[in-house]
C-alpha cells in the first residue's frame, strides 16, 4: 500500500502561483512513477503530469505545459507541482497518484484525497 496526502492547494488571482505536495508513506516511494491529476465540476478527471520513479523524465498535458512543473525530492517522500501562470480554468480539485508500472495518463493504482484549488478571475 501507499498512502498519499496532497496539500498545498487554495485560492488564488489569475496569473499567480500554488505549489502543491504530495506525501507519500508506505511502500518504497522510489519504486513508482508519480502523476498529477485534476477534476473541475461537471467533468471528467484529466492527466496533469507525470514524473518517472527515477525523476529523470516528466510528461504534461499540453494545457499546462510551459506553466507547471512536477518535480519530486526522493530524500523527502515527496512529489510536488509547482503552478505559474494560473488561469481560471485550472480551478479543479487535484489529486496525487502513484503506480508501480505505468507512466504518465495511464497511472492509477494509488490515489491521494485532493486539494482544491480555484483561480478568480
Known amino acids: 500500500q501507499v498512502q498519499l496526502v496532497e496539500s498545498g492547494g487554495g485560492l488564488v488571482q489569475a496569473g499567480g502561483s500554488l505549489r502543491l505536495s504530495c506525501a507519500a508513506s508506505?511502500?518504497?516511494?522510489?519504486?513508482?512513477?508519480m502523476g498529477w491529476f485534476r477534476q473541475a465540476p461537471g467533468k471528467e478527471r484529466e492527466f496533469v503530469a507525470a514524473?518517472?520513479?527515477?525523476?529523470?523524465?516528466?510528461r504534461y498535458a499540453d494545457s499546462v505545459k510551459g506553466r507547471f512543473t512536477i518535480s519530486r525530492d526522493i530524500a523527502k517522500n515527496t512529489v510536488y507541482l509547482q503552478m505559474n501562470s494560473l488561469k481560471p480554468e485550472d480551478t479543479a480539485v487535484y489529486f496525487c497518484?502513484?503506480?508501480?508500472?505505468?507512466?504518465?495518463?495511464?497511472?492509477?493504482?494509488?490515489w491521494g484525497q485532493g486539494t482544491q484549488v480555484t483561480v478568480s478571475s
Open positions: 508506505g511502500r518504497t516511494f522510489r519504486n513508482y512513477h
Open positions: 514524473v518517472t520513479r527515477s525523476g529523470d523524465s516528466t
Open positions: 497518484a502513484a503506480d508501480y508500472v505505468k507512466m504518465g495518463p495511464g497511472i492509477d493504482d494509488y
